[in-house]
């Protein structure tokens, strides 16, 4: 099978053009390729497939084989795929997923994608949408109890549900332990993105993430755009002005309007290859 290894802001997945090969098991692939030591490594698998509705469809494999709804960051690199590959030649680039389709505006170079900003719709806050089993109408800022500590909590689906904590230092968090509790804790009947945020000044951000499926990994592009919707609805940034966000694997700028979330960051081709399956 021949694939080819990317990444946004350090977000690394195995992309396999479905226009050509045919995946019969992707979630067990993704549990079998994912392992960075006795395989290719990344934090899942993306199938880029044949759409109706759209120039290309995604479908995202965490680690543990689950299925994901969406990948902010790795709509990103479909984008340059089928913008390089030649499926797409062209500025703009629709490409269906589970949580609907996404339009991105690629940014060229030398004839070649090297980045996008992308459309990544309306942020919810409605509690029954996100899942989280809490009560009202959004919830933001919320105490909660996790493994015996209290939290407050901001909760956002940008296609995936996410759990924002602003903390005073991303860096001493024992990440490993606290993620799992927050993933697995029962007010989240679909498990849970957990974002932790460090405010660096207005409408500056550093964030770690724990991603259900596939624990902590160096980026996160739907939980980056709700951390930045979480910050505004908490007062740390302003609407509609662009928010820079650093992670562990690079940055990446998000724009959170009252009609949509605009992502804007880097995608990258580390190396193509073939495996025997």
Known sequence: MKFTKMHGAGNDYIYINCFEEKIENPSELAVRLSDRHF????????LICPSEIADAKMRIFNADGSEAKM???GVRCVGKFVYDNGIAKKEIIRIETNSGIKTLKMVLKDGVAVAARVDMGKAVLN???IPVLLDGDSVIDRPVEIGGQEYRITC????NPHCVVFVDDVETLDLPAIGK??????IFPDR??????????RNKLKMRVWERGSGETLACGTGTCATVVAATLCGYCDKGVPVEVALRGGRLTIEYTDETVYMTGEA??????????
């Open 39 to 46: 395989s290719i490594g990344g934090d899942g698998i993306i």
């Open 192 to 201: 849970v993105n957990t974002e932790f945020v460090q405010v660096l000044g």
């Open 71 to 73: 990948c902010g960051n």
């Open 127 to 129: 509690p029954a949408e």
């Open 181 to 186: 509790q927050f993933e697995f804790n029962p």
């Open 156 to 159: 956002v689906s940008m296609g």
């Open 268 to 277: 990258v081709t580390v190396f193509k290859g073939e495996i025997d399956l």
